[in-house]
């Protein structure tokens, strides 16, 4: 990318620098080797709890996150990383083309969303993009996106907002199902219901599983 000064000169040459999370390797690494060539590549994360860590060690211009990353989910890690680095800019990365998903990613911070289907040239476009403070969506899911977008917020803006992983945990534990019985049921791993399940009691600001029943029961959750 190049920078230029009030009167149009080029003044340096800036390279993005970029941390990319995914938990695939073999994708991780091909990103890292063709965004070398452009931007100044930082690190590689593939579980989520990581990404928090690596962020603040790293401080990256550019995150580019694949939602569907181990022991989390992309609004989680959006909402995360814009909390603690509104600076940050988020470029959202993932194998569905799932208009409502990326109307909550963008809701939650996210600068740019594609489809890992998208050409490397787009993963690119959508960088410069973000780091111009624009906003990048795929033209694949473009449409339905700003449809979603622009539809009145059906939900409260002074509401805690839980991811739909979240709000699965958080049902099934008020039913009374232990943590194993919720991951068998949502076909994760134990640690995986442990990690939204904190994560949805610090967002609700819950303290015990006895809060979190009286939660579900007052919005109807459960009966």
């Known amino acids: 990318m190049r920078i230029r000064d009030r009167e149009g000169r080029i003044v340096k040459n800036f390279r993005s620098r970029v941390l990319i999370a995914d938990g695939h390797a073999m994708f991780a690494e091909a990103l890292r080797a063709f965004l070398a060539k452009t931007c100044e590549v930082v690190g590689i994360v593939g579980e989520g709890p990581a990404l928090l860590d690596t962020a603040a060690r790293l401080t990256p211009d550019v995150v580019v996150l694949d939602v569907g990353m181990k022991l989390t989910d992309g609004l989680t890690a959006c909402a995360a990383l814009r909390a603690r680095y509104p600076s940050m800019k988020l470029v959202c990365l993932t194998e569905h083309g799932d208009a409502a998903q990326a109307v909550d990613e963008f809701r939650n911070g996210a600068s ?8 490397a040239t787009e993963l690119l476009t959508a960088i410069r993009e973000a780091t111009k403070d624009r906003t990048y969506i795929s033209p694949l899911i473009a449409k339905e996106v700003l449809a979603g977008l622009l539809e009145p917020g059906s939900r409260k803006s002074d509401e805690p907002h839980l991811t739909s992983r979240q709000i699965e945990v958080l049902r099934l534990l008020a039913q009374g199902k232990s943590m ?3 991951a068998e049921v949502l076909h994760i791993s134990t640690r995986t219901v442990q990690f939204h399940k904190y994560e949805m009691m610090k967002i609700l600001q819950l303290k015990t599983n006895a809060d979190i029943i009286q939660y579900a029961i007052k919005r109807g959750m459960i009966a």
């Open 180 to 182: 194993k019985m919720a």
């Open 112 to 119: 740019a969303f594609l489809l890992k289907s998208s050409t």
